[in-house]
């Protein structure tokens, strides 16, 4: 199961062109594919999907989480490992098909793009967003990881670390396409409510506590900018991450209507809520 959240937020449809030069992937991540023009071939249609790894559920590998680090992404190449680990969580990607390496790169380049954009303010329904990630130093992973290492590693200060776990914390009053939150209600209510979203750990290191820690960081943030009131989507059916939200203090509020899920195509979702002035009873 590598996917804890139903909810990523929506990518930049293709062919939107971008004018602001820091709004693209670092210099070493760019590359020519374009999925529209550069080839007759065409891709399936992809979606994110709660369900296509449920069964990949990995055995634990052991970590030093004294080297492990939860912070605010503060550098572009950071963003861009973050954008590749969603990649290979919220997609089901067939390794053998043609160009798949390409395509991979262009569904981060979108990702990425999307978080530059809502980080930068420049997304109007959006008060403020940061990207938490979880870190842990490149030399705790054997061979075994070497694929998801070079896709989700970057640099630190001279250090090499891996994105193992990631989120959005969203300061907003609603996320496009999703149900709504009630609380707080009336004026002030886009300053004091948040929504997490894009929230996913790396198959490989699940049963590692790496979600839970993610969760109880966006808490903090969330209370030093001054949020009253959390809430996280959920497919109906992911049953992982319903019990990750749960045992971090989240309850149920709604559910999205049936009729709107098949207009979306997509797994019903629920609401849940988490009231931020108990935080303390739930941190880690």
Known sequence: MALLSSSPSPAIPPGLSFSRRNCSPPPHCRHSYNPISSSSYRFPRLRPTAA?????????????????????????????????????????????????????????????????????????????????????????????????????????????????????????????????????????????????????VAKELHRNGLGRELISKSKIVAREWGISDMYVHVAVDNEPAKNLYMKSGFTYENDEPAWQARFLDRPRRLLLWFGLSDIQDWLV
Not at 56 to 80: F, R
Not at 123 to 142: D, E, G, W, Y
Not at 143 to 159: A, L, P, W
Not at 179 to 194: L, M, N
Request: contains cysteine.
């Open 52 to 200: 296509a790894a449920s069964s990949e559920v990995c055995s634990p590998h052991s970590l030093d989480k004294s080297t492990l680090s939860i912070s605010v992404a503060d550098s572009d190449d950071e963003l861009w490992a973050a954008a590749r680990l969603r990649v290979r969580s919220f997609y089901k990607l067939n390794s053998s098909s043609f160009g798949i390496e390409d395509h991979k790169k262009y569904l981060a380049e979108r990702e990425y793009e999307a978080m530059k954009e809502r980080i930068d303010g420049l997304r109007p329904m959006f008060r403020r967003v940061s990207c938490l990630n979880a870190t842990l130093p490149l030399s705790q992973f054997t061979e075994f990881f070497e694929d998801f290492c070079d896709e989700c590693k970057y640099t630190d200060n001279g250090e090499d670390r891996v994105v193992v776990g990631t989120l959005d914390l969203n300061q907003c009053l609603r996320l496009p396409d999703e149900i709504t939150g009630k609380r707080p209600e009336g004026i002030g209510a886009d300053f004091a409510r948040a929504y997490l979203s894009n929230v996913c």
